[in-house]
Antibody, heavy 117, light 106 residues
Framework: EVQLVQSGAEVKKPGESLKISCEGS????????IGWVRQMPGKGLEWMGIIHPGDSDTRYSPSFQGQVTISADKSIRTAYLQWSSLKASDTAMYYC??????????WGQGTLVTVSS | DIQMTQSPSSLSASVGERVTITCRAS??????LNWYQQKPGKAPKLLIY???SLQSGVPSRFSGSGSGTDFTLTISSLQPEDFATYYC?????????FGQGTRVEI
């Protein structure tokens, strides 16, 4: 069965850096885009960006361009979302998801990031 | 960015009722419209892709329709497990966007 397993919850201080991960299994990792979705507390889903692990082609939402970096290491079937300097407003649940031809068909369990001084 | 607007933002319904949620795109997205269901504390789940195609394993009481800018998700007979938040998503553009969500409550 296709699985996306995300790294565990993080508690960070403003200004710190962070990299969270999403490991795919039981499918051809390099043939499907992986996307990242933010959900702030009590709010809706926000599409952040997407990467194709096969060639590292990456697209960002204008709202997140320059704020985060999406990357992937196909040798270990893992996609990443990273911040160089966290803000309190980055506190949210972050989901990775596999993009089939048109939609996100499999989702990770989510990684809760809390940024607080 | 293509903007997606869902209506209503929330609705109250009873078990057995027919429920309709609409989603409007700020420009034509042909049929590149998906619907997801999210329950509290859980990851979203794909229900409908390409506006009207039912994802494998999703009950047939869920259906989608529309093209261009106007789309609809219909639950033909609401079941207790359907109380959740529903999101539309356009996958037409280079970057994609979700609607703001519709909460379906008892």
């Amino acid at each position: 069965e296709v699985q996306l397993v995300q790294s565990g919850a993080e508690v960070k201080k403003p200004g710190e850096s962070l990299k969270i991960s999403c490991e795919g299994s039981e499918y051809s990792f390099t043939n499907y885009w992986i996307g990242w979705v933010r959900q702030m507390p009590g709010k809706g889903l926000e599409w952040m960006g997407i990467i194709h692990p096969g060639d590292s082609d990456t697209r960002y939402s204008p709202s997140f361009q320059g704020q985060v970096t999406i990357s992937a290491d196909k040798s270990i079937r893992t996609a990443y979302l990273q911040w160089s300097s966290l803000k309190a407003s980055d506190t949210a649940m972050y989901y990775c998801a596999r993009r089939d031809s048109e939609a996100f068909d499999y989702w990770g369990q989510g990684t809760l990031v809390t940024v607080s001084s | 960015d293509i903007q997606m607007t869902q209506s209503p933002s929330s609705l109250s319904a009873s078990v057995g009722e027919r429920v309709t949620i609409t989603c409007r795109a700020s420009q034509s997205i042909t049929s590149y419209l998906n619907w997801y269901q999210q329950k509290p504390g859980k990851a979203p789940k794909l229900l409908i892709y390409s506006a009207s195609s039912l994802q494998s394993g999703v009950p047939s009481r869920f259906s989608g329709s529309g093209s261009g800018t106007d789309f609809t998700l219909t639950i033909s007979s609401l079941q207790p497990e359907d109380f959740a938040t529903y999101y539309c998503q356009q996958s037409f553009g280079t970057t994609e966007t979700f609607g703001q969500g519709t909460r379906v409550e008892i």
